[in-house]
């Protein structure tokens, strides 16, 4: 995969130079480069998104637990809660370090949310995939879009409570956050539905272990897709051309 500023070449064989991070061939820059820009396989990318309270990170908590995932830390510019430790649930930032991280082209997506910015750290998420590692991304929407249009196969899953009713008894079980900022996270619901219909899978959170073997057994399937194939296909493609050769065929 590219990078921005790496030199590639076009379909008619000019000389170019990536405009736009990785991925920059699949969305045309160095269209011609595909071949190359599939060198080796990569990691699958997923995100997931969902309603404060819909169980996300218990979700993925217990993926953790069970599968082998990396999952992305991210940096955020609200206050850690009890139990909450710098650099295990988040890198906590303040204003100044994250808009430098924006300004320094560190992230890979951030969004502003209930009046904080969270943001996920490029660096080791690149290095996980590019070691053909699964990550995921536990984020909310606008910053699954942003990576849905940065990373065209990213698996985008959206997880959903049972009613409206659960999710507010959850929340208020939680005992994280106060009334007003549980109000705060509810109205943020009614944005974040809008957004349901861009993501690629949606998964109800009723029964937990349920919840984490669809999800699991959703971003397995992915491993079918050409894309993450391409390995076996580049060396079965060559050997049936040796075969072909060798055998007079
Ligand atoms: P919380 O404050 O409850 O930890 O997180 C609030 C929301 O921010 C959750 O929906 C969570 O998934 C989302 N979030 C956490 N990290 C990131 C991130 O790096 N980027 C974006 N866009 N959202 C994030």
Redesign the pocket.
Known sequence: YLRTKDKVRTRDGKQDTCSFGTYAGYRGVAYGCIKELYMSKRGILTVMSGF?GAGKGTIVKALLEKHEYFLSI?C?T?EPRPGEENGREYFFVSREEFENMIHNNEMI???E?AGNY???PKKAVEQWLSEGKDVIL???V??GMQVKALFPYAVLLFVIPPSADELLNRLRARGTENETQIGLRFEQTVRETRYIKDYDYVVLNDDLDQAVDKVHAIIDSQRAKPINMIDEIRSLSRDLSKLIQESNL
């Open positions: 404060s991210s955020t609200r997506e951030w969004a949310y969270y943001g996920t536990e984020i909310e606008q910053g």
